[in-house]
């Protein structure tokens, strides 16, 4: 019903900055909340950073006043904006929009590696 494009993932030295896209089709006018994922091997996938369709937003402590995520309801689009990037910020990274009835889509994922 909804369908998520992430784009913008690569490798980058630590310190440097990365920002992500995701462009949203379907049936846009169903999605509510939007948001970034991330799972880095062997863990749990884990909320980043969210976005409402008003422009409030809440994000992780680990990436407080590091990561911004931003949103242009105009394109469909939500952005996350990284900076001072550490090693540990290594993951794949997820798009994710919930419906207004609670419905969640995917993206497929891009992957961040940060090296040392």
């Known amino acids: 019903q909804v369908q998520l494009v992430e784009s913008g993932g690569g490798l980058v030295q630590a310190g440097g900055s990365v920002r992500l896209s995701c462009a949203a089709s379907?049936?846009?006018?169903?999605?509510?909340?939007m948001g970034w994922y991330r799972q880095a091997p062997g863990k749990q996938r884990e909320l980043v950073a969210s976005?409402?369709?008003?422009?409030?937003?809440n994000s992780a402590d680990s990436v407080k006043g590091r990561f911004t995520i931003s949103r242009d309801n105009a394109k469909n689009t939500v952005y996350l904006q990284m900076n001072s990037l550490k090693p540990e910020d290594t993951a794949t990274y997820y798009c994710?929009?919930?419906?207004?009835?609670?419905?969640?889509?995917w993206g497929q994922g891009t992957q961040v590696t940060v090296s040392s």
């Open positions: 994710n929009a919930r419906t207004t009835w609670g419905a969640s889509s």
């Open positions: 379907g049936n846009i006018f169903s999605i509510d909340i």
């Open positions: 976005s409402t369709r008003s422009g409030g937003t």
